[in-house]
């Protein structure tokens, strides 16, 4: 099983910064299966990323994602209120299981 | 647009079977990967398993022997049963869809989720 370990845990910054969140996974991930969900309280998930750079239909363009083999990062170039949440990073590597990461919270500073 | 419900009992006794459907709207709950998903309060997210419009499937290995997927394209439904449950099984759980192909693992709709609490 893939493990996908996400740091920080939490990420404390304000509005219109930039945020940098982690993703090392235990072994190589092909990038086709690396994804990225935001999610909210009280909300299901939501795709933000797939295929470690690729934004799901409707995201805005302040969401990039890079990275390849082991290491993955979401960043958020300018934070905006709605953004303050709650982020995984989840591989699905040809084999069962999916596996997520233990999220990293975006909390306002 | 694709929509997701969850429906089942909210509460569980222990050593019981856990059992919830997702009844799929708004499209076919052919040629897609349909999956559960669950998280424990306060806690991140852990995959349990899908099921295929045809009904093979992929289990979580940690869970494959208490769980039962099944699928009734008749009504565009899929369900869960986990048996044997304990506290440990208390959790949100959510239905998502997968795409298709070697894709199955992306999950691009899900359902609002259930709580599901398991207690005597």
């Known amino acids: 099983e893939i493990v996908l370990t996400q740091s920080p845990g939490t990420l404390s910054l304000s509005p219109g910064e930039r945020a940098t969140l982690s993703c090392r996974a235990s072994?190589?991930?092909?990038?086709?299966?690396l994804a990225w969900y935001q999610q909210k309280p009280g909300q299901a998930p939501r795709l933000l990323i797939y295929?470690?750079?690729n934004r799901a239909t409707g995201i805005p363009d302040r969401f990039s994602g890079s990275g390849s083999g082991t290491d993955f990062t979401l960043t958020i170039s300018r934070l905006e209120p709605e953004d303050f949440a709650v982020y995984y990073c989840?591989?699905?590597?040809?084999?069962?299981?999916?596996?997520f990461g233990q999220g990293t919270k975006v909390e306002v500073k | 647009q694709v929509q997701l419900q969850e429906s089942g009992p909210g509460l569980v006794k222990p050593s019981e079977t856990l059992s919830l459907t997702c009844t799929v709207s708004?499209?076919?709950?052919?040629?897609?990967?349909w999956s559960w998903i669950r998280q424990p309060p306060g806690k991140g997210l852990e995959w349990i398993g899908n099921?295929?419009?045809?009904?093979?499937?992929k289990y979580n290995p940690s869970l494959k022997s208490r769980v039962t997927l099944s699928v009734d394209t008749s009504k565009n439904q899929f369900s869960l049963k986990l048996s044997s449950v304990t506290a440990a099984d208390t959790a949100v759980y959510y239905c998502?869809?997968?795409?298709?192909?070697?894709?199955?693992?992306?999950?691009?709709?899900w359902g609002q989720g259930t709580l599901v609490t398991v207690s005597s």
């Open positions: 998502a869809r997968g795409l298709s192909g070697s894709y199955w693992g992306r999950f691009d709709y």
């Open positions: 072994q190589g991930v092909s990038s086709a299966y």
């Open positions: 708004g499209g076919s709950i052919s040629t897609y990967y």
């Open positions: 989840q591989q699905y590597a040809g084999s069962p299981p999916v596996t």
């Open positions: 295929g470690v750079s």
């Open positions: 099921i295929y419009f045809s009904g093979s499937t």
